[in-house]
């Protein structure tokens, strides 16, 4: 039985009655344990399993619960209890009422409001004020969705009000943004969210309760979410010192009100931290004590054994810090994979990785560029998607942007052309188009045919006759696109081969191989890999180019790999999209920015670049607050041994450093913290 391991605070809690139970778990107190521990409470007491709901903030959590269950209780019991994420369990139920529908990601809905903003002519308004650039109306659009119930340009005026003049303009773009995406079937991770709200409005799904993982981390939308599944009782764990996600919408006001929200609401404190030693939980309350307490807590240290005090390293120059780690983890006796190097900035990331090739120290990354935003794997997975969806017009784009001088105007074009002759099947019209019924020319737009503007745009299939073409595609229509280019039609030719082998194969790895191994793969390998070898010269360095290809082929093995762990294609492309960052990819040393490190916990941990400007970001953050709560998080991913680091000075910058405040308020720098004003040496 789970409750067999609890103490008597996770006890208390795992065992509460039905209503609002809030459990306040600091950092290794064993929140995980509490939680299964609670669910096999339930389960107990006679509650029916799928009336139980679990939602956490990786499909990780998730699974690693449904696991420990599975221990102690038969496993079709434990696989009736709906869990994972907020977004994969909203995608689970909306699947059902829109079979169709295309999960984006945000770089590619990104593209789709860019090319609708670009349609706005700004220049003619004669404004009074420089519009928001795309790229950031689409990000302050998507903060919005997960930050505020309000109308848009209530919540945006508040923050810009001098952008009235222009607030009907960016609410046209966003109610374009939204009309494309109900078109084309796309939702994004924001969708989600927003269309299960509005599903519950008019249906109910009856849960007896709902647990939350990682409560801190809710935004408003999620909390909203929550309050719309009406379950008979809820019970979130969460700690308020390691609320951290302000930038990404995160509401803390969620947990530090849940008491006032809940007046029934009953409040757990689990006070035993089982992960850290005494000497670094102590350097961690310090620092985390100047934050505001609306939860007051005194840890308790519940593991035994040698304690190794925190260490403080400062050394004068920024790549003599990265390379003596470096010589550090070269001698430890800990294995790579149990050392984690933390850091606030991802320009901290290349330093130290650079330093630990130079070694031979294998490591990975996590929380910089995905794994899946890199070039070689997102066309993987759009041709995936292509084949899972034949209306993903996102995918098609993305995938024909690599063919020489075809942009994203003329892509959709083709697809449009495929389209038209598929009779609406993308598939239909790309392999086996109905040809014979083309139109008369007119001087006008040709309606019918659906692509060319007019007569100038048809050109003539012969031009193409010194290619060798198998006579079903010499015939299609496309080739009569006059801004078909030669170069653009030598990709066609590539696309259209390797569509026609796998467009009715299923199984995922099986598509993934041939994608893989086909010429038009290996093109986009050789272009890749020839742009990375460039040298700003603008020769070809070969050594750096073998390397780039190496590393793109071992990021396609990698998805490879992943993809034998499905049967059905379009599991394995959602599985990808909605837990791919969740991923890191390789062996080693971990390499981790801090929020990437929340949630794990590693025997020893580097703490590096513990410098003003850098840690905290003044330039980033939110507030001091959250600055110091993401120190909380970095420091308590330490079992063993903790190594805080700086460096003084930066050579290549000429930038002189001061010691992190957090370094002051922990004790490890003598004196107060004076903040200093960034300069630079001559």
Wanted: net charge positive; aromatic share 10%.
């Amino acid at each position: 039985m789970p409750l067999s391991v609890l103490n008597k605070d996770q006890l208390l809690a795992a065992t509460a009655p039905l209503g609002h139970n809030l459990i306040i778990a600091s950092a290794g107190t064993g929140k995980t344990s509490t939680i299964v521990g609670r669910i096999g409470h339930l389960l107990h007491s006679g509650v029916e399993p799928s009336s139980i709901l679990l939602l956490t903030f990786t499909n990780k959590a998730a699974g690693e619960m449904m696991s420990r269950l599975e221990q102690h209780f038969p496993k079709e019991i434990v696989s009736k209890i709906e869990s994972g994420t907020f977004h994969a369990v909203s995608y689970r139920w909306l699947k059902e009422i829109y079979p169709n529908l295309a999960l984006k990601q945000p770089s590619e809905l990104k593209t789709l409001f860019r090319s609708i903003y670009e349609k706005r002519n700004f220049e003619r308004m004669n404004l009074t004020v420089q519009p928001f650039s795309a790229t950031f109306l689409y990000e302050q659009y998507s903060l919005y969705q997960n930050a505020s119930l309000e109308t848009f340009d209530i919540w945006f005026l508040e923050k810009y009000p001098e952008h009235e003049i222009v607030m009907d303009v960016y609410l046209d773009i966003s109610h374009e943004f939204e009309k494309e995406k109900i078109e084309y079937g796309f939702a994004s991770f924001n969708d989600l969210l927003l269309r299960m709200k509005s599903h519950l409005e008019s249906n109910f799904i009856p849960f007896d309760e709902v647990l939350v993982d990682e409560y801190q981390d809710t935004n408003t939308l999620q909390s909203a979410l929550i309050d719309k599944l009406k379950p008979k009782s809820l019970f979130c764990v969460g700690d308020y010192d390691q609320s951290i996600y302000a930038f990404n919408g995160a509401n803390i006001k969620n947990i530090a009100t849940y008491a006032t929200r809940y007046p029934d609401a009953q409040v757990f404190t689990l006070k035993t931290n089982y992960r850290s030693t005494a000497s670094i939980l102590s350097l961690a309350n310090k620092v985390i004590e100047r934050n505001e307490r609306i939860y007051p807590k005194k840890l308790e240290v519940g593991r035994k054994g040698k304690a190794y005090p925190p260490k403080l390293l400062m050394y004068k120059d920024l790549f003599e810090q990265y390379q003596s780690i470096a010589q550090n983890i070269k001698q430890t006796h800990v294995p790579n994979d149990q050392i984690a190097v933390i850091f606030r900035n991802n320009s901290s990331a290349d330093g130290i990785e650079a330093s630990l090739r130079e070694y031979g120290i294998a490591c990975k990354r996590k929380g910089g560029t995905s794994f899946f935003d890199t070039k070689e794997i997102k066309f993987l997975l759009d041709m995936l998607s292509l084949l899972v969806n034949p209306k993903d017009m996102m995918a098609f784009i993305h995938v024909f942007e690599y063919a020489r001088g075809v942009g994203s105007a003329l892509s959709k074009e083709f697809f449009q052309c495929f389209l038209h002759f598929g009779e609406g099947r993308f598939m239909q019209g790309l392999l086996y188009p109905k040809v014979n019924d083309l139109p008369n020319l007119n001087p006008n737009k040709n309606v019918q045919l659906g692509l060319f503007d007019d007569d100038q745009e048809i050109g003539s299939a012969a031009r193409f006759r010194h290619i060798e073409l198998e006579p079903a595609l010499y015939a299609h229509p496309l080739l009569k696109h006059a801004k078909l280019s030669n170069d653009a039609m030598l990709y066609f030719k590539s696309f259209y081969t390797l569509l026609k082998e796998v467009h009715s194969v299923k199984n995922p790895a099986m598509v993934l191989r041939v994608v893989i191994e086909s010429p038009l793969y290996q093109g986009i390998i050789e272009l890749l890999a020839t742009q990375r070898g460039r040298l700003k010269s603008g020769e070809i360095d070969d050594e750096k180019k073998r390397l780039a290809k190496e590393r793109i082929e071992r990021k396609a093995k990698l998805l490879l790999d992943l993809s034998s762990h499905y049967k059905e294609l379009r599991r394995f492309v959602n599985a990808m999209v909605l837990g791919g960052n969740e991923l890191s990819e390789g062996e080693g040393v971990n390499l981790l920015t801090v929020h990437a490190s929340k949630g794990l916990e590693f025997p020893e941990v580097y703490v590096i670049d513990l410098v003003d400007g850098r840690f905290p970001n003044r330039k980033m953050m939110s507030s001091i607050e959250e600055e110091r709560r993401l120190f909380y998080v970095a420091v308590t991913r330490a079992k063993d041994k903790l190594y805080l680091s700086l460096a003084q000075f930066d050579k290549v910058k000429k930038i002189d450093y001061k010691p992190s405040q957090f370094l002051h308020e922990a004790g490890l720098i003598k004196g107060a913290f004076v903040e200093p004003k960034e300069k630079k040496r001559p």
